[in-house]
């Protein structure tokens, strides 16, 4: 039985950070992404960590945002700093074994329930 489920979310003010979990069971994946979906707009990569540790980042993010792992939790999570009201979104993490360009959702297996961030 997969399960991906995510926690973390909540409201910041403008510069604040959050920390989002993605805890990952009953799949062995080789890539965790986390996307996000505002109103009105389609769902957009955020970032992605390989299990060789290889991270990939939306530019947007680059240098506010960090996906790390904690291996025995099998855990990925996504450290948001300086965060900004464009960053406010449902924020989705996903899991896939073959994937072939990290921002492409149709490329992840399993998806998550969806956290909150919303940022004012």
């Known amino acids: 039985h997969v399960q991906l489920v995510e926690s973390g979310g909540g409201s910041v003010q403008a510069g604040g950070s959050l920390k989002l979990s993605c805890a990952v069971s009953g799949f062995t994946y080789s890539c965790v992404g986390w996307f996000r979906q505002s109103t009105g707009s389609g769902r957009q990569a955020v970032a992605a960590?390989?299990?060789?540790?290889?991270?990939s980042y939306l530019n947007s993010v680059k240098g506010r945002f960090t996906i790390s792992r904690e291996n025995a939790k099998n855990t990925v999570y996504l450290q948001m700093n300086s965060l900004q009201s464009e960053d406010t979104a449902m924020y989705y993490c996903?899991?896939?074994?073959?994937?072939?360009?990290?921002?492409?959702?149709?490329?992840?297996?399993?998806w998550g329930q969806g956290t909150q961030v919303t940022v004012s």
């Open positions: 996903a899991a896939g074994s073959r994937i072939r360009a990290w921002s492409r959702a149709a490329d992840y297996d399993y």
């Open positions: 960590l390989d299990t060789d540790g290889s991270t």
